[in-house]
Structure formats: structure tokens, C-alpha cells
């Protein structure tokens, strides 16, 4: 009676289990998918039952580096990063032989296929679009296995150096250009307001006297300076003809 009580009680106990928070156990019964079990504490059929633990966390996929060509036929060098998690434990042993490849490898596909359908420049300037789409089509194909993708994130695109140097020489063409376009629309306002400036001077002549006693002054704070003096026309005027007048001989 005892020995039967003993076997009894190793064979409950051979059938404990214990999974952590962040596993679940997918039990099979005689080769059949029998259910989940976890986390904590659980028991199962010794002989005729056994488990596999799958991890829920968020896992990391670092999809290496590989060479593919754009549309624009530019052969670049491209790797990504990859962030999913398993939302059915079932599915993910179930409905695919070592998911963790199989997503890899889906991965590695579409971000191959999506760098073929655009361009470099929008390889480089909509990176946030293409890890969306990236995103989405690899959640589209993993979902029939249990599998929720995250985020994408493409890491380093490696550019050959050929196109380095003409897309700097476009960049400092690029800047060239601004710089000339500036400069013209700073000499076109500057035209303006001095066209507006002789304008006035034009309506009012007096301003232009006062304009070179403003020089006079602005010639003056400079040290080491040699100041010539612009004498108003009326003064130069007066002073000629007073001398004209004294050249002349006095009548008798």
C-alpha cells in the first residue's frame, strides 16, 4: 500500500511544471495540440503529454547588411532591424517550422523587394514611409503565425563612392545656386530702395545737402582719415561769381 501511495505521488509530481511570466507552455497530448498552459504553475500527464515553451517577450531580428539595387539602377548596401513579439503561442509552433528563421528570412525578402521599388533619393529622404511599408508587409505575411511585427528601422544604407562624389557636387551646386539667388534678390532691393531714395532727392534738393553733412560726419569718427569736403553748389556758385566781381577793373 505504501509502495502504490509512492508511485502515486511521483507520478502527480513528474507532472509539475512551471513556466515564468514572460513564457507560455504549448502542451501536446499523444502528438495532438492539447492547449496553453502558463505562466506559473501547471501540471501535466507524465508519459503521455509534454510540452514546448515559447518566449512572449518582444524579440530582435538584426537583418544583415546585403546589397540590392534601386530603381534608378543604384546598387547600394542595406540592413535593418526588426522588433516582433508572438500574440499566439499556438500559431507560432503550430503553423510554421522555426519561426524565428521564418521571419528572419521575410524580413530580409521585403526589405530587398521595397528598396527595388524606390528610388535612392527616396531611399534616403523617406526613410520613415519605407519602414512603414516595410512594416506592414512583413506583419501582413507573420500574422497567419501568431506574430505581431512592432517597428522597422533601417540602420546604414551604404552609398558606392562614385555616387558620394556626385551627390556632393550637386549638393555644392545646390548651394552655389541659393547663394547666387540671394545675392540678386538683396541687389534687386537694394536698386529699389536706392531708385526710391533718388527719387526723393530729386523732389527735394536740400536732402541731398543734408546727406553730405551726414557723410562729412560719418568721414570724421574714422582716425588717419583724409576728409574732403563737398560744398553745397549754392556756395561754389556765390564764391565764383563774388570773384568774378572783384577781377573786374573799377570804373572811374
Excluded at 500559431?91 to 521599388?117: C, D, M, P
Excluded at 562624389?165 to 532691393?189: F, H, Q
Excluded at 536732402?207 to 588717419?224: C, D, H, T, W, Y
Excluded at 582719415?225 to 570804373?251: H, Q, R
Aim: glycine share 4%.
Amino acid at each position: 500500500m505504501e509502495f502504490l501511495i509512492i508511485v502515486v505521488a511521483l507520478f502527480l509530481l513528474s507532472g509539475i511544471r512551471i513556466s515564468q511570466e514572460y513564457q507560455r507552455a504549448i502542451v501536446f497530448r499523444l502528438g495532438r495540440f492539447a492547449s496553453v498552459k502558463g505562466p506559473g504553475i501547471y501540471w501535466i500527464i507524465p508519459l503521455l503529454e509534454w510540452q514546448r515553451k515559447v518566449d512572449i517577450r518582444t524579440l530582435t531580428v538584426d537583418i544583415e547588411k546585403q546589397e540590392t539595387i534601386t530603381r534608378d539602377s543604384v546598387t547600394i548596401k542595406v540592413n535593418a532591424v526588426l522588433w516582433y513579439k508572438i500574440v499566439d503561442p499556438a500559431k507560432a509552433i503550430l503553423n510554421v517550422f522555426n519561426f524565428e528563421y521564418a521571419v528572419y528570412q521575410v524580413s530580409l525578402t521585403a526589405l530587398r523587394n521595397i528598396i527595388g521599388k524606390n528610388q535612392l533619393d527616396e531611399v534616403l529622404k523617406e526613410r520613415t514611409k519605407i519602414n512603414f511599408d516595410l512594416k506592414e508587409i512583413v506583419d501582413e505575411i507573420t500574422a497567419a503565425w501568431g506574430i505581431k511585427v512592432e517597428f522597422v528601422e533601417m540602420k546604414d544604407v551604404e552609398i558606392p563612392a562614385s555616387m558620394q562624389r556626385a551627390m556632393a557636387r550637386e549638393a555644392e551646386a545646390t548651394r552655389e545656386k541659393r547663394a547666387r539667388i540671394i545675392k540678386a534678390e538683396a541687389e534687386l532691393e537694394a536698386s529699389e530702395k536706392l531708385s526710391m531714395g533718388a527719387k526723393q532727392i530729386a523732389e527735394n534738393p536740400l536732402a541731398l545737402e543734408l546727406r553730405r553733412m551726414q557723410m562729412l560726419s560719418e568721414i570724421g569718427a574714422e582716425n588717419n582719415t583724409t576728409t574732403i569736403i563737398l560744398m553745397p553748389s549754392e556756395f561754389t556758385n556765390l564764391a565764383k561769381a563774388f570773384t568774378e566781381n572783384l577781377a573786374k577793373p573799377a570804373k572811374k
